[in-house]
């Protein structure tokens, strides 16, 4: 699983990652975590409110930064659509 | 979904008994704030409610009570509310009509939409790359932080309905008028270049916005904590330093120099609030208290809004994608129409 977390840097960036690392331990995934910073990259995704997460080229989530538990969710579908 | 969950009517009338029973609570610790403090100051601790100590005791632990009922309330019904709007949705609404039309409706958007300053950045590339002209995307950007809910609350909470509709009402036009001067004296190449070549892929709404009123109701909780962490600090501050006013600073002293009769007072008010930032939160209660030792309304007015809508990480932030040409025309109009404001505010109240 490729994950990418999009925005600028900002605490919610952080605290989404984080909070996806706790997920995917979790739920026993593997993925490969990355950081997209720059601004036209952020926006080549199509998200304009930040933190964004990307899954295997995906926008999954945009504009806020959910709980764990909720992650959880998102990335065990994101999992079992592959 | 568990079959032991209960069924979706049964979870809904569940959910409005919770909210009003809820609602019910703020409206009594609302209502019973003062009378309560009133008691606990003045009677068990038998503090005089005529000195200094008294009064500034009073109002600290009063203000401080009211302000927090106020903002959990109302950042809650108004989180919840915007939820039903995105980024995606308002570049929508905005892209395709004439400016002036556009002016507006981007500055009504601009406090409708849910948003982050820290999205700043990218929703200007966004807006702009897709078509949205440069002024009416200029006209959100301002309205967004200076018609900002909290700063909406507080002044009602402070002043009364009048001030806190004056306040919507001149920040709309405020938004409107200078985005679009801006949008006509500021030539495309005063962007950033990279902005227009951005290529804007992927799905017009994001994806996990469409949400049930449980998330919604989640949401304005969350939201709700996440302010409050962030501004009991400068709230305790503010207040504190409103309630030393209030106690030790004589009822006229703002007056002799901030008052109606001092015309560069707004001028003044302005130039310290633009390089200032602050949440609304944290410059409310100094706000009022100055006022009550003075300072004219107008004034007090312009301060504040040019603290909440104009701040140095904010223009850091936009030189990103502002030249610095179109960074200062941007400060320079937006400070002028703030000032403006402040004057005339001071002439008709």
Not at chain 1, 8 to 30: F, I, V
Not at chain 2, 32 to 44: A, K
Not at chain 2, 205 to 234: C, F, H, M, N
């Amino acid at each position: 699983m490729d994950i990418k977390i999009l925005g600028s840097g900002c605490a919610n960036c952080h605290t989404l990652e984080a909070r996806t690392r706790e997920a995917l331990t979790e739920l026993g995934l593997d993925a490969r975590i990355s950081a997209v910073t720059d601004y036209p990259g952020i926006l080549g995704y199509g998200v304009m409110n930040t933190p964004g997460l990307v899954v295997d080229e995906q926008v999954v989530l945009s504009g806020r930064v959910p709980s764990t538990a909720q992650l959880v969710q998102v990335l065990s579908a994101a999992a079992a659509s592959r | 979904m568990s079959a032991l969950e209960a069924s979706p009517g049964r979870r809904g009338s569940r959910r409005v008994t919770v909210v009003a029973a809820v609602a019910g609570a703020w409206l009594l610790a609302y209502l019973g704030n003062t009378p309560l403090w009133d008691l606990l100051v003045y009677r068990v601790a038998g503090l005089d409610a005529d000195s200094r100590l008294g009064s500034g005791v009073h109002f600290f632990l009063a203000d401080t009570v009211k302000i927090v009922l106020l903002l959990a309330g109302i950042i809650f019904v108004v989180t919840v509310a915007r939820s039903f709007l995105s980024l995606e949705r308002t570049r929508a609404l905005l892209g395709g009509r004439r400016e002036g039309v556009a002016n507006v409706a981007a500055a009504g958007l601009g406090i409708a939409t849910p948003f982050c300053s820290c999205s700043a950045v990218p929703a200007f590339i966004g807006f702009v790359a897709a078509g949205v002209p440069l002024g009416v995307t200029l006209s959100f950007l301002i309205a967004s932080p200076l018609i900002n809910e909290v700063a909406v609350v507080l002044l009602y909470g402070m002043f009364g309905f009048k001030i806190a509709a004056l306040y919507v009402g001149s920040g709309l036009v405020i938004a409107t008028v200078a985005g679009y001067v801006l949008g006509r004296i500021c030539p495309p190449h005063w962007v950033e270049p990279f902005v227009y070549a951005t290529t804007l892929r992927g799905v017009p709404v994001a994806p996990g916005q469409r949400l049930s009123w449980d998330d919604r109701i989640a949401l304005g909780r969350e939201e709700v904590g996440k302010i409050l962490r962030k501004t009991w600090p400068y709230l305790l501050a503010g207040i504190g330093l409103g309630a030393v006013i209030h106690g030790w600073v004589p009822a006229d002293f703002f007056a002799r120099w901030a008052g109606a009769g001092n015309p560069f007072a707004p001028l003044v008010a302005v130039l310290l609030g633009v390089p200032l930032y602050s949440n609304a939160a944290g410059v409310l209660p100094l706000v009022e208290a100055l006022h009550a030792k003075g300072v004219a309304m107008g004034t007090v007015l312009a301060f504040m809004m040019s603290v909440v809508a104009l701040s140095l990480p904010e223009l850091i932030l936009l030189r990103r994608v502002l030249k610095p040409q179109l960074l200062a025309t941007f400060t320079g109009v937006v400070a002028t129409a703030i000032l403006i404001t402040g004057y005339l505010f001071n002439a008709i109240l």
